[in-house]
Every structure is written in structure tokens, then in C-alpha cells.
């Protein structure tokens, strides 16, 4: 997300699973959002009769491309064009407050395959707490287990904002910050040794549709969209991923830098994720699609293994 005229708050809850995979990011949106949700965008519909209750009715995600016509990537300064309006779905008819059976979360696994990894749980109750946020990332790492891929739920990097809620990162971004937190592409905190499934954030104070954007990309999508002879060239490296670049000291615009100019956000001082690197395959598969995906980003990878 982009703080451009109004703060932002978002309370992600850590991360869970142990694939080397990308993060396949649901959702939990309390109020507002500026990632993909539009409370009016009815129009923008999913062609399925969903029978189940839980997917009445699913959309696809609202595109702000008016509110939003230049994305900058701000590594490489390179214009970033949305070239996919159909990656992610909404789903209006799920009470994160409430007790999920594992048939139901069985159906929210599936929807997110479905959605290219991406969900967005909109009409969630004022009274939505931090506590019903960890209870469904906890109901979703025992699903995830019962497949064969969960191992519970990542500590925070940072001290936590809520001490009966460990888990939970809370990420504050300032309207006047020069720096923010995770402001570029990457999968989230793939510099530990077993990658997460899924991240779950939730808006709590947002600014208008369009702005602050929190943007999503289909690496698989970019990986099928490469030819047959870069596909086989990728297929056998592996990549260095490494936190140093964004929670090291001496960059200047990292995601540490930005902690340190909030009043709240604090890197923890008993982990030592900066002193080493970590190696993934550069292609993988997601373990219930079978589809391969590129598992690199500019935040945290840093040399593929072998070349220089």
C-alpha cells in the first residue's frame, strides 16, 4: 500500500503453512479497501451459480484502473500495467467472526485455487476483533495440516501491537511517510526456510477506493507466459532469498527504515533474520494446482545459485 493522502492501518496476521511457495494471499476486510473492493462494483460478477453459501455471491474484484492510471515500480521506475482483471475474487457471504467447519474451510481453500490465490472477504461486522483474525488463520493452518502443508502460524518480525496477539502485524503508514512498509513486490517473508500458504491482512482504517493500493501479480501467470525454452532454462535454479535488503541496516527506503519513522512499529530484537540466506527453487508448484510459478521478488531475493 502507497500512503498517498490519508493513513492507513492494517493488522496482518502472520503467516502459516510450510510450502516453498509463493504466499497465496487471502483477505479479511473490515471495513473499506483500497486493494480491490468496491462496495458498489455489483456489476462486476462471477458467470457461476454457486450453490454453496458460503460463495453466494462471488465476484470478481473491482479494478480502480481510473483512480489509479500510473503505477510506478519503485525499484525500477518501469510503468506496471494491470493486464488481469480476472486474478482474485470476492466473497461477500463470509462471517469471519463465526465458527468455520472444516467443510467450510475446505470450500474457502478451494475458492481461493480457484481465484488464483486471492480472496477478498468483504461485509465483515464492525465488531470483527484481532482475536476472530487469528482464530481463522489458526482454523485455516489445521486445514492446511490435514492436507499435508500446514506447520502453524509465523511469529511477527516486528514486537507485537497487541500483546495477546503475537501473530498479528500491525502495519501503519503515515500520510506524509517518505517510507513505507513493504512497498515493493514480494512474496512475504520468503527468506525463512518453509515459505507460508497464506497471508491474511485486514483493513482497519483505509483511504479512499483507489489510493494506498495494495497491487497483486500471478507469477504463475508471468511464468506461463514466458516461452517453452526460458520455462526448461528456469526450471532447475535455485534462488538466494534474504531479509538483510528489507529489515538490514544502511538501506535507507527499506521496510526497517519505515518502521523506525512510526510510532508504533518496532523490528524484534531476538531474531536474527539478517545474518543469513536462504535457498528456493526459482519455478514451483503450488501443491494443489499443480501449476508452476516463479518464486522470486526484488524485496527479498538476491542471486540465483551458480551465476554471477
Not at 488481469?84 to 481453500?109: A, C, Y
Not at 465488531?127 to 481463522?136: A, L, S
Not at 535455485?238 to 523490528?267: C, D, F, P, V, W
Request: proline share 5%.
Amino acid at each position: 500500500m502507497m500512503a498517498a493522502c490519508a493513513r492507513s492501518r492494517a493488522i496482518r496476521c502472520p503467516r502459516f503453512g510450510r510450502q516453498m511457495r509463493p504466499n497465496w494471499i487471502s483477505q479479511s476486510m473490515a471495513k473499506s479497501t483500497a486493494v480491490s473492493f468496491d462496495a458498489d462494483a455489483s456489476m462486476v460478477t462471477d458467470d457461476e451459480e454457486d450453490e454453496e453459501p458460503l460463495l453466494a455471491g462471488r465476484r470478481l474484484l473491482a479494478q480502480p484502473h481510473s483512480a489509479r492510471p500510473h503505477v510506478v515500480d519503485m525499484l525500477t521506475g518501469q510503468h506496471v500495467e494491470a493486464t488481469n482483471d480476472t486474478l482474485g475474487r470476492e466473497l461477500p457471504n463470509v462471517d469471519l467472526t463465526q465458527h468455520l467447519s472444516m467443510k467450510d474451510l475446505e470450500v474457502i481453500h478451494q475458492a481461493s485455487d480457484d481465484a488464483g490465490g486471492i480472496l477478498v472477504f468483504s461485509n465483515q461486522k464492525p465488531t470483527m476483533t484481532v482475536h476472530d483474525h487469528v482464530r481463522f488463520a489458526r482454523a485455516m493452518d489445521a486445514y492446511c495440516t490435514a492436507l499435508g502443508h500446514g506447520s502453524g502460524i509465523e511469529l511477527s518480525v516486528a514486537k507485537p501491537a497487541y500483546p495477546d496477539a503475537p501473530e498479528v502485524l500491525e502495519i501503519v503508514r503515515e500520510a506524509s511517510a517518505q517510507v513505507t512498509f513493504g512497498e515493493n513486490w514480494h512474496s512475504d517473508h520468503s527468506f525463512h526456510e518453509y515459505t507460508c500458504s497464506f497471508s491474511i491482512l485486514r483493513g482497519v482504517e483505509t483511504p479512499r477506493f483507489g489510493v494506498n493500493d495494495t497491487l497483486f501479480s500471478s507469477t504463475a501467470d508471468a511464468f506461463d507466459a514466458l516461452t517453452p525454452t526460458m520455462q526448461n532454462l528456469l526450471l532447475d535454479l535455485n534462488l538466494y532469498h534474504s531479509a538483510n535488503r528489507a529489515y538490514g541496516i544502511g538501506h535507507a527506503g527499506n521496510s526497517l527504515a519505515a518502521m523506525k519513522r512510526t510510532q508504533t512499529m518496532e523490528l524484534r530484537d531476538d531474531l536474527d533474520i539478517t545474518s543469513y540466506d536462504v535457498l528456493h527453487p526459482l519455478v514451483v508448484e503450488h501443491p494443489t494446482t499443480g501449476r508452476k510459478t516463479l518464486f522470486g521478488s526484488p524485496t527479498f531475493s538476491t542471486r540465483i545459485d551458480g551465476m554471477r
